[in-house]
Each structure stands twice: as C-alpha cells, then as structure tokens.
Nanobody, 112 residues
Framework: QVQLVESGGGLVQPGGSLRLSCAASGSIFSIPTMGWYRQAPGKERELVATRTIGGSARYTDSVKGRFTISRDKNTVYLQMNSLKPEDTAVYYC????????WGQGTQVTVSS
C-alpha cells in the first residue's frame, strides 16, 4: 500500500504565497517522478509541475517564474509565490512508482 498525505492549502490574497507538501509512504522502492496537478471548477485536471528523481523539473507555462517544485526523498513540495485568482483550484499530488498514485487533493483559494 502507498499513501500520499498532502498539506499546505488554504486561502490567500492575490500576490501571496503558499507551500504545499506531499509525503509518500508505504511500499515504495523509488519514485522516479513526483508532481503536482490542479483542477479548477468546471475545468479539466492539468499538470502544474513535475520533478524527476534526477532533478529535472517541468512547469506549465502559466506558473513559470512563480512556482517552484522541489523534493526531499519521498516528499515533494510546491512553493507558490505571486499567487493569482486563476491559481484557485484543488491541487493534487501525483507520484509514479511502477504505477501512478494520487493524493486526496488540497484546496487553494486565491481571493481578496
């Protein structure tokens, strides 16, 4: 069994910052890829950022320069700065280790 525990979501004003974390535990030997996706109301789930075990990072264009993904062993972080209302969504952690696993999601709301 693999468990993903997410934390760090919440309500923040435009221009503010939040840091999401996702800790993976269970029967995991290694995790080649860890990442974050998000789903806004009425929209499809989209990739936000991924990071490989080798350190390669990939971002969707709308968050480049504002978000930073990092990982420490089996925990992945998403530092979100200069948040905008359009960043409002449920953010999901995803890992790939033989198959994909998803977290339960954490709500991020950017509003004044």
């Amino acid at each position: 069994q693999v468990q993903l525990v997410e934390s760090g979501g919440g309500l923040v004003q435009p221009g503010g910052s939040l840091r999401l974390s996702c800790a993976a535990s269970g029967s995991i030997f290694s995790i080649p890829t860890m990442g974050w996706y998000r789903q806004a109301p009425g929209k499809e789930r989209e990739l936000v950022a991924t990071r490989t075990i080798g350190g390669s990072a990939r971002y969707t264009d709308s968050v480049k320069g504002r978000f930073t993904i990092s990982r420490d062993k089996n925990t992945v972080y998403l530092q979100m700065n200069s948040l905008k209302p359009e960043d409002t969504a449920v953010y999901y952690c995803r890992i790939y280790s033989g198959r994909e696993y998803w977290g339960q999601g954490t709500q991020v709301t950017v509003s004044s």
